[in-house]
């Protein structure tokens, strides 16, 4: 069950409760991981009504009707929404926000198989010889200095041996750059087999297809657990907690990332906001939501930090200009020769440039457009 409380609490770029806050350094586009920010909707997590036919559902009865985090079947409408970004469906969802404890919501959640139709085919980045990829894969690699620096510190505080597992971990870029700067023994878990045979035969990251209450790893084995964009896209964002917790050491550490519902952005864009992403994010959450969900899954929420690089200025230039993103253009499958898409690249990463600025600010004012915690077990 996903809670609700919203006490505000959050912070400048970092903040620790109990801790001096300190800045932090950073590093860009959305995208979990590498490339593809996130997960694939996960079958074996799905509600009980996931495979009834939503025409014949009972509103009163139906899981998918009533809030995941309290239950409630009283919601407001705050917009409707279609694929704005793939362009996978011309379906009309609504984002709802509870009325009891102001969760926000896609409604009505698509069955799994639906949800599978609105996840394009290579939903990750694999760089290939052009220039244009080439410098695509530098940017990345630029870009992902705050996830990695992130849980670089998360390792050293915990001082626990192990595995770093990252879930939903698309072409493994973040896992063979961690490798690379900290020797750290890395494992990628994704559920796509086609993201899991890029990360292993082209990044060298040993990774798995699964979901990760299945992941083939025993209790304790993991000294960090990461989810990047992993659990706005989940049914039950509370199992996938309750997994990691299992496979944590007893002082290991969970690293997540998710849009924050409660940024600048998206009050002053709306649905325009890419960090909504209908119809793949079925919950949108607010940095006290998922501090509530954690708390609610026996962990202790350690630090938050409101800036990434990687993805909030590009999160803004995605919302201003959808059809200039490189991966919206590559999975949409827009017909471009190199030329026109270095020069649409580059106009873009302008874009990113110019947004910096305002996404600093929001993250120092504790309204950051994305939120990245450190969490460990409750003793
Ligand atoms: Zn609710």
Redesign the pocket.
């Known amino acids: 069950m996903l809670p609700?409380a919203h006490s505000g609490r959050s912070s400048n770029l970092e903040f620790e409760p109990g801790r001096k806050n300190e800045p932090s350094a950073s590093g860009i586009p959305p995208v979990a991981n590498d490339s593809a920010p996130d997960v694939p909707p996960d079958p074996p997590a799905i509600s009980d009504s996931a495979n009834s036919d939503p025409a014949n559902s009972d509103p009163a009865t139906d899981t998918r009707e009533a809030?995941p985090?309290?239950?409630?079947h009283q919601k407001r409408i705050l917009f409707s929404a279609t694929d704005r970004l793939y362009g996978t469906t011309d379906r009309v969802f609504q984002v709802v926000e509870?009325l009891?404890?102001?969760?926000i919501r896609l409604h009505p959640q698509p069955t799994p198989l639906e949800l599978n139709q609105y996840y394009p085919q290579e939903y990750w980045f694999v760089a290939d010889t052009s220039t244009a990829d080439r410098l695509e894969q530098v940017y990345r690699r630029f870009v992902l200095r705050d996830h990695l620096q992130f849980v670089e510190r998360a390792l050293r505080d915990s001082e626990e041996k192990g595995i770093v597992l990252d879930v939903g971990c698309g072409g493994g870029l973040f896992l063979q750059m961690l490798a690379e700067r900290c020797g750290a023994k890395v494992v990628g878990l994704d559920f796509s087999l086609d993201a899991a045979h890029v990360a292993w035969s082209r990044a060298g990251v040993p990774a798995v297809c699964a979901t990760l209450s299945r992941a083939p790893l025993a209790p304790e084995s993991c000294a960090v657990v990461t989810m990047f964009h992993v659990l706005e896209h989940l049914y039950d964002p509370a199992s996938y907690l309750d997994a990691a917790r299992q496979l944590l050491r007893p002082d290991g550490r969970l690293i997540v990332q998710v849009p924050n519902a409660a940024c600048w952005q998206f009050l002053l864009l709306g649905e325009r906001w890419n960090g909504i992403d209908v119809p793949r994010h079925l919950t949108d959450f607010r940095l006290s939501d998922l501090d509530q969900l954690l708390d609610n899954c026996g962990f202790e929420v350690l630090r938050h930090k409101h800036f990434s690089m990687r993805d909030n200025p590009a999160g803004l230039a995605t919302s201003l200009a959808p059809k200039l993103d490189p991966m919206a253009r590559r999975l949409r499958h827009v017909p471009e020769t190199p030329g026109m898409r270095l020069w649409k690249d580059l106009v873009y990463a302008g874009l990113v440039a110019a947004s910096i600025p305002f996404t600093l600010l929001e993250a120092a004012c504790r309204a950051g457009s994305t939120i990245m915690v450190e969490a460990r077990k409750k003793t």
């Open positions: 609700i809030c985090a309290c239950g409630t509870c009891k404890c102001r969760l």
